[in-house]
């Protein structure tokens, strides 16, 4: 079992940056690819980005490229998400996931197929 916990969320205005972690426990993660998901009200969960196990591969939304960038410390056995240039649309709860690695370079941008979920951690991006 791999347990996740996200944290560094809040409220920032628009234009400015946030940088949410999510630590694991449990296992280490140097054979999980991980990824990060938000969900705004009234709307469905949707993927923001994923990387595998490594670092090597990365994969954005087109609504965040340019300004997210995810990355991962195996050794601390945590993921990050930087946001920069923060929109009102960014607003949501934002939730990291894992799976295991199965082809080595491979990121997952479906929800259904991550085995490990946060709880989530609320960004709010006032205009």
């Known amino acids: 079992q791999v347990q996740l916990a996200e944290s560094g969320g809040g409220l920032v205005q628009a234009g400015g940056s946030l940088r949410l972690s999510c630590a694991a426990s449990g296992r280490t993660i140097n054979n999980y690819a991980m990824g990060w998901f938000r969900q705004a009200p009234g709307k469905e969960r949707e993927f923001v980005t994923a990387?595998?196990?490594?670092?090597?591969?990365?994969n954005y939304a087109d609504s965040v490229k340019g300004r997210f960038t995810i990355s991962r410390d195996n050794a601390k056995n945590t993921m990050y998400l930087q946001m920069s240039s923060l929109k009102p649309e960014d607003t949501a709860v934002y939730y990291c996931a894992a799976r295991r690695q199965v082809l080595a370079d491979m990121t997952y941008v479906t929800p259904s197929v991550y085995e490990y979920w946060g709880q989530g951690t609320q960004v709010t991006v006032s205009s």
């Open positions: 990387i595998n196990w490594s670092g090597r591969s990365t």
